[in-house]
């Protein structure tokens, strides 16, 4: 670590960029993107978050934000992804320098791989991407670098083992996912804190969930600040952690940003009185009727029909615990496409003999059929 905290001076909100808004012809609004950007500097925040995968942000960013703001004033972060939009070592590396063309930022404050997971780590290490980053900060082509995770604790532990120069990683963390079993945002924080790894925080409002969370949560958050946002409850949830380099909030519109503006330009981490209202909303949430799944999958390697059934559950949570039925519905056909839908359940009990949570599989399954029909 250097002497100095990285970021210890970068203000706790950062404008995620993956999520700008779109005219009626899918283009990004560059206009609404600018007067947002204006907003976002005017109350003296800096931290700008891209990367090569988000269709049309860097080029928006560089009209945005790049040909209008000096490049002191800003930092600006984007990713590489070696796994996506490339097939070999040499595509994979292209992508800094059309990143570079994209923004015309002339160098990037903060780099990362992106998204590393157990299905695609491997990648950075066949394409040499570790030591790739490390030759573009010596050229002065980016200034940190780190990378964006998803998975679990132990692999955080194993990359930060392997790579211990580097600079800061990306989780997500909301109060949701603190102690969900899949997410595992508690332990990852603490992974990286162990690592003494400043913290860039990604979906601090669970994709736009927790913006709108479910009845009992809203009126938990209501009763006790009843001018504040949902929204607002989670980001300084996050903010206020030890560690934080920033909390990214994509938004999309000039509403989101001037409400996210209202508590985070002089933002205050949470008092002791505001973190009991976060646990009482945490055991609001844990005590919705969810079904515990993990997503470990033992049940489909014993499924005579191979249905889906992770997939399946994760479209009814998304019923008991976020009340969205449309996104339900949507998860359900994504999940059974082309694959046994919950309905062609043999009630065989291989599923539940193999469930490490013990779940009534056969039980559960049969009211998504019903309520998926």
């Not at 997971?117 to 491997?122: A, I, L, R, V």
């Not at 380099?245 to 205050?268: H, P, R, W």
């Not at 909303?281 to 515990?292: F, G, H, K, R």
């Not at 062609?344 to 009211?367: D, F, K, M, S, Y």
Request: hydrophobic share 40%; with cysteine.
């Amino acid at each position: 670590m250097n002497e100095h905290y990285l970021g210890e001076n970068t203000p706790k909100l950062g404008f995620g960029l993956m999520r700008l808004p779109r005219l009626e012809n899918g283009e990004i609004d560059v206009a609404q993107t600018s007067t947002m950007v204006d907003m976002f500097l005017d109350a003296g925040l800096t931290y700008f978050d891209t990367a090569f995968v988000y269709e049309g942000s860097e080029e928006a960013i560089r009209k945005a934000l790049v040909e209008r703001h000096p490049r002191e004033s800003y930092t600006l972060a984007t990713k590489l992804n070696a796994w996506l939009f490339c097939h070999d070592e040499a595509s994979a590396k292209q992508q800094f320098y059309t990143s570079l063309e994209r923004t015309g930022a002339g160098y990037f404050d903060y780099y990362l791989l992106h998204a590393l997971q157990p299905t695609n780590y491997g990648k950075y290490d066949e394409y040499h991407i570790w030591d790739f980053v490390k030759e573009l900060k010596a050229q002065g082509l980016i200034r940190h670098w780190g990378f964006s995770f998803h998975a679990s604790p132990e692999l955080l532990d194993e990359m930060l083992t392997l790579h211990p120069d580097t600079e800061f990683v990306q989780l997500q963390i909301n109060y949701a996912d603190w102690e969900n079993p899949e997410v595992q945002s508690r332990a990852c924080y603490e992974v990286a804190r162990k690592h003494g790894k400043p913290i860039v925080v990604m979906e601090p409002v669970k994709g736009g969930t927790l913006a709108t969370p479910p009845r009992a949560v809203r009126e938990i958050l209501k009763n006790a600040a009843p001018d504040m946002s949902a929204a607002s409850w989670a980001i300084r949830y996050v903010a206020s952690m030890d560690g934080i380099l920033t909390v990214l909030s994509g938004m999309s519109n000039i509403e989101q940003m001037a409400d996210n503006l209202s508590y985070m330009k002089d933002f205050k981490p949470l008092n002791a009185e505001e973190e009991n209202v976060i646990k009482k909303a945490q055991a609001a949430l844990a005590a919705v009727d969810s079904i515990p799944c993990t997503g470990c999958h033992y049940c489909n390697k014993e499924c005579p029909m191979q249905i889906p059934i992770p997939e399946i559950f994760s479209a009814r949570n998304s019923q008991l615990i976020w009340e969205n039925d449309e996104r339900a519905r949507n998860q359900y056909a994504r999940a059974v496409k082309g694959k046994n839908g919950a309905d062609a359940c043999l009630a065989c009990g291989q599923c539940e003999a193999a469930c490490p949570q013990h779940i009534p599989v056969i039980t559960r399954l049969a009211e998504c059929a019903e309520i998926f029909a």
